[in-house]
Each structure stands twice: as C-alpha cells, then as structure tokens.
C-alpha cells in the first residue's frame, strides 16, 4: 500500500532551530518589514527554512478544516497530442469531486520538475498526479513524497509510488487478435525500440494472440520501427520484399509507424486492405483518422488514466488504503478501414 505518512516540518520547528519565537517566524515569512526584526534574525531564520526544507502552509495541508480542494498535475505532455485526453479525464474527474486542477509542464527537465513541485506544493495542492508522454520508469524529487503522489502513463522506478498504465499486453493481443479474426495468418509487426514497456508489452500480445490461434512466433516478421513514421517505411519495405513471401498484415507499433508502412504499401501497387492490412497503436487522431484509408487502431485511454489517477488520488488524500498500487487501464480498438 502506498503511503505519504513522512512528518512534514512546521513553523514551530523552524522557530526552534532558530531561537526565535513562531510569530518571528511568520513575520519574515510574511516580509513584515515594520516588525523591526535585525538583518542578523531574517538571514539565521531563512538559513533555518532551507536547512529544514520548510514549505509555507506545508503544516496546513493535513488539516481537513483547511484542505484547498487543490490538485497538481505536471505533466510533458502539455502540448503533446494527447494532453488534452488526460487533462480532460482529471479535469472531469477532479470536478466531479469537488477538486480544482493546477496544471504545468515539467518538459523532461529535473529542475523543471523541481521547481513544479514546490511551487505546487506552495499552493497547498493536497495530491498530485505526474503524467508522462511515453509510458516508462521515471524518477520524482524528494518533494513528490511529501503529499500523495500517482502516476499517470508511467510508474516509479524504485517502486514507491501508485500508478496507473495502459494495458499493453491486452492492447497487443487485440490489434492482432483483430487481423487474426480477418482471416490473416501471415502477420508482420514493426514493433517500437526494443525494451521500453509498450515494446514489450504489445509484443507479448501479439505473440500469446499467435499462440492461441495455433501460429507459430517467426522472430524475422518482427522488425523494429522506432516509433517514426521514416523507420515504419524502412520496416514495413523490409517486410513486404522478403523473398518467401510478404506477410499479409501488419501490426504497426503506432500510429506514426503505420503512416510509413502506407507510403511502402503504395510504392509497391498494393491496396489497403485488399492485399494488405495495417492496423496501429496509440489512436493519434491527426494520423489515424485522416490517412486513406482510416486507420484501424488501439486507443491508448488517457482520458480513462486521467480520470483513474485522480480517483486514487483521492482515496488517497482521503487516507484510504489502494487495493493494489498499478492499476492497468484497457486499450480500446478503434475501427476503421485499414483492416
């Protein structure tokens, strides 16, 4: 069970390790400037605040007659192609709690990150959720232990805080459980870079999917694409020139994968889906809705994980124990006419 239980420093504790009274204390705080406290206190105070780590209203946060009905998120992905989903599932679900949502980018950069973390904490969010673009292992600073914490597409690496992370095994095994259910048997997959977690995990289901319909794993019909659209044309060229025999689908690792493996397919005369069907991953609507045809593909559900995160944030800021500390949240096919 995840927990946040770390004593949070007070005002009291600084006065303390100052020598000084509380009321000193919230004077320099508050840059009272006609408290007549000398140079000498302000600076032995404020060394005393960054020693302790001490936050304003920090102590406050645990005082249910006090809650600020505030939650953070920070996040990437703020101008990435699936912020608003995310935002939206929090958004709603925050509401719907009687929560307000802070939102700011934290961009991959650990000071950043930092930063976004205090100033939230400042403002005396009572749970924050970190979001990611790619789903992955990450790293949060010392601050992110000090209120309730959830993962959204990602997790921690050392295993400490809740999560909440597509399904990619499920998501694997229903792209190809897709083309199997056409009639396929032959079926190429140009998979992401080898060993992140949707690599992995969509690669474990396309293979269990292949079991269950008594096929055997061919490892050269799998091949890499880098999650670009440049390496889903030089994969799906690789796969549709072997010389026994192209397979008749592809299970692109994503969206952009499956733009490329389209301009190799029509390079060679073939026809979607006639000769050839293509299936993606990730649901990118700016690339699966409008390519011809459509695209066919698995949603990844952040608008579900938004929403998934909050609530657990809020049994959380609720003192509430979690039933598990991962939950995974299902992939949804999305058809069109690729398949």
């Not at 770390?6 to 390790?17: E, I, L, N, P, Q």
């Not at 304003?56 to 006090?66: E, F, H, I, V, W």
């Not at 992140?196 to 055997?216: D, F, K, N, S, T």
């Amino acid at each position: 069970m995840a927990t946040n239980k770390a004593r949070r420093v007070t005002m009291s504790d600084v006065a303390r390790h100052a020598g000084v009274s509380r009321t000193t204390v919230s004077f320099v705080l508050n840059e009272r400037a006609d408290a007549g406290i000398p140079e000498e206190t302000r600076v032995r105070i404020r060394a005393s605040i960054e020693a302790l780590g001490y936050r304003p209203n920090a102590g406050a946060r645990a005082l249910a007659a006090k809650r600020s009905e505030w939650y953070g998120l920070i996040t990437e992905i703020v101008t990435a192609p699936f912020a608003v989903d995310v935002i939206k599932g929090a958004q709603d679900r925050a509401w719907a709690e009687g929560k307000f949502l802070l939102i700011t980018a934290g961009d991959r950069d650990p000071a950043m990150e930092a930063a976004a973390f205090d100033k939230l904490l400042e403002q005396r969010a009572e749970g924050l959720l970190y979001a990611t673009t790619w789903h992955r292992a990450v790293t949060l600073p010392p601050a992110a232990r000090e209120v309730p914490v959830v993962l959204v597409n990602c997790f921690d690496a050392d295993g400490a805080l809740p999560s909440v992370v597509p399904d990619e095994v499920a998501g694997g095994h229903t792209a190809t459980r897709r083309l199997l259910d056409a009639g396929h048997r032959r079926i190429g997959f140009i998979n992401l870079d080898t060993g992140i977690p949707a690599a992995v995990g969509r690669r474990q289901g396309y293979e269990q999917a292949l079991r269950e319909a008594g096929i055997g794993i061919d490892d050269s019909l799998v091949v890499p694409g880098h999650a670009t659209a440049d390496g889903g044309y030089a994969a799906a060229c690789v796969l549709l020139d072997r010389e026994d025999g192209r397979p008749t689908a592809l299970f692109c690792g994503n969206d952009r994968t499956a733009m490329g493996a389209y301009d190799a397919i029509k390079e060679r005369g073939l026809r979607i889906p006639d000769d050839i069907a293509v299936i993606g991953f990730d649901n990118q609507e700016l690339i699966a809705a409008y390519l011809r045809p459509g695209l066919t593909t698995v949603a990844l559900p952040f608008e579900a994980m938004g929403a998934e995160g909050v609530e657990m944030l809020g049994a959380l800021t609720a003192g509430q124990p979690l039933t598990t500390t991962q939950v995974t949240v299902d992939c949804p096919l999305i058809e069109r006419s690729s398949v």
